[in-house]
């Protein structure tokens, strides 16, 4: 058995997987044994091998400078918070506005900041912004995972925007009970370097209010097609948003951006509803199947939907998991799945510690495209934390013609 050297691996990769040069290999190698003199040949062959096989991962981290803000202005760029030194005094980062660089553990009244990673976060004041310029790959799909809390006001909210797609968050929900959320946004990347924003829009008495943001990463997305398994598209949710992998709270789908599947930041599905939907991993809670799933959070505020190619006439199947995260979300559960006009109700008893049954609608298609779409009737707090918000698990959706059964 042979095992590369990283330093062999990362120098030989970006041959054969140009897109290397902008990310960071992390995933463990491990090469099956060949010899020479075909040595180059097989390790370009295992190398595209596994690109394609293992998912490649990389360090998004290391794509967003000083995406923590852990590095920080120079005291003499400090005046308290408040970040003085010019556009340039955030590492990485170009800023304006007013901007302060916050400590974990500071106080701003009676209140407590705390920081979700590491030790410091920025926040956004009156009409603050922050930017920084990233090399992507022209015509690929991204999304970008932050965390955010708001700090005095219920109106606060935030503008992300990467040319020419922007959105703007609303921040009147919070979903965790410590007060930060993770977010996630995708745009198209439609040149080779892009400008990256956070923009706080609003202007309130207090000059200081705004958003509080740490631990910014990007992610390329791979938008997934329909198979002869499965008409639906990213039906297991494996493909989606960068997770934090020392946070436990998920991370939250917008609503209501844009109607068009390929550009959301869960491949092949859209939120249409008026709160998030949450996104989860099997490495903080029960996921039915793979690693990750779809938490309705918000009752019939909280829904996602795939637009569907169907045959007119044809009978389907569509099959799928309802069940719960492990994250405490007690009591009677129901999931609303509809496929056209068609519809069904699935209940599930939660004891809040991991779960799930299997459900299905059979339906005859009327129309060469189908609207499936799930909801949640009720709404739900978590037995041990009564202010965050959570609901049921939906996983391993699949849209089959009845002849393919």
């Not at 400590?103 to 009156?126: F, H």
């Not at 297991?236 to 068009?260: A, H, M, R």
């Not at 965050?388 to 939906?394: D, T």
Request: hydrophobic share 40%; aromatic share 10%; with cysteine.
């Amino acid at each position: 058995m042979l095992t590369p050297s990283p330093e062999l691996i990362h120098s030989i990769l970006p041959v054969f997987y140009p897109a290397y040069n902008s990310y960071k290999f992390i995933i463990p190698i491990e090469i099956v044994e060949f010899h020479s003199p075909a040595i180059m040949g097989r390790l370009s062959f295992l190398l595209l091998l596994l690109c394609t096989t293992f998912n490649v991962a990389f360090s998004d981290n290391d794509v967003v400078a000083n995406g923590n803000f852990e590095a920080g202005p120079k005291p003499s760029e400090l005046k308290g918070t408040v970040v003085t030194g010019g556009s340039h005094a955030i590492p990485g980062w170009e800023i304006s506005g007013f901007i302060e660089y916050i400590k974990s553990g500071q106080k701003q009244g009676d209140m407590l900041l705390a920081v979700p990673e590491g030790a410091y976060a920025v926040r956004l004041g009156n009409e603050a912004s922050i930017k920084q310029n990233i090399k992507v790959i022209k015509g690929m799909y991204y999304s970008i995972t932050f965390l955010v809390a708001r700090t005095c006001a219920q109106e606060e909210r935030l503008n992300v925007s990467v040319a020419p797609d922007w959105v703007v968050l609303p921040m009147q929900t919070l979903y965790s009970s410590n007060g930060w959320d993770a977010y996630a946004w995708s745009f198209l990347a439609e040149y080779q370097e892009v400008e990256m924003v956070f923009h706080n829009p609003g202007v309130v008495e207090d000059a200081a209010c705004g958003p509080l943001i740490d631990s910014i990463a990007l992610k390329p997305l791979y938008p997934p097609r329909p198979t002869n398994k499965n008409v639906l598209k990213n039906g297991g949710f494996e493909e989606g948003p960068y997770v934090f992998p020392n946070t436990s709270w998920g991370v939250l789908i917008p609503p209501n951006i844009i109607d068009l599947d390929e550009h959301s930041p869960l491949p092949g599905w859209i939120v249409e509803s008026l709160k998030a939907v949450k996104y989860i991993d099997s490495e903080h809670f029960y996921v039915p199947q793979g690693k990750r799933a779809v938490e309705l959070v918000a009752g019939k505020e909280s829904a996602i939907a795939q637009v569907a190619r169907t045959v007119l006439g044809k009978t389907y199947i569509l099959s799928f998991a309802v069940g719960d995260a492990g994250n405490s979300c007690e009591g009677l559960m129901s999931v609303e799945a509809f496929a056209g006009k068609d519809h069904v109700t699935v209940r599930y008893e939660s004891i809040g510690k991991g779960g799930f049954k299997r459900a299905s609608l059979k339906f005859v298609a009327v129309s060469t495209s189908t609207r499936i779409v799930f909801l949640s009737t009720f709404y739900a707090m978590r037995s041990d934390d009564f202010s965050s918000l959570c609901g049921p698990v939906i996983d391993d959706i699949k849209l089959l013609s009845l002849r393919k059964l």
